[in-house]
Nanobody, 125 residues
Framework: QVQLVESGGGLVQAGGSLRLSCAAS????????MGWFRQAPGKEREFVAA????????NSADSVKGRFTISRDNAKNTVYLQMNSLKPEDTAVYYC??????????????????WGQGTQVTVSS
């Protein structure tokens, strides 16, 4: 079992930045693909960014390309999401997820077996 705990969310003005962290425990995630998803009120959960197990490959949604960066530190068993130039439409609960069956980037939620409880990000205009 892997437990994932997100942190770093909060309230920020448009144009600001936040860095989300996802700390894993229970097992090493160094061989797992990892991802970030988000869900806004009344909307379905959507893909934000994903990273391969070694961190050599990443992918991100078109809506966040050039603004958000996913990274990982396997020595710390932690994944990060650096969010810059935030917009009000980025407001959502952000979830970290682990895909132990895969080492390569995965963008669909059904590839992920473990999920954190989420952290709220609110961007004011």
């Amino acid at each position: 079992q892997v437990q994932l705990v997100e942190s770093g969310g909060g309230l920020v003005q448009a144009g600001g930045s936040l860095r989300l962290s996802c700390a894993a425990s229970g097992r090493s995630i160094s061989n797992y693909a990892m991802g970030w998803f988000r869900q806004a009120p009344g909307k379905e959960r959507e893909f934000v960014a994903a990273i391969s197990s070694r961190g050599r490959s990443t992918n991100s949604a078109d809506s966040v390309k050039g603004r958000f960066t996913i990274s990982r530190d396997n020595a710390k068993n932690t994944v990060y999401l650096q969010m810059n130039s935030l917009k009000p439409e980025d407001t959502a609960v952000y979830y970290c997820a682990a895909a132990p069956k895969y080492t390569t980037v995965r963008i669909t939620p059904n590839a992920y077996d473990y999920w954190g409880q989420g952290t709220q990000v609110t961007v004011s205009s």
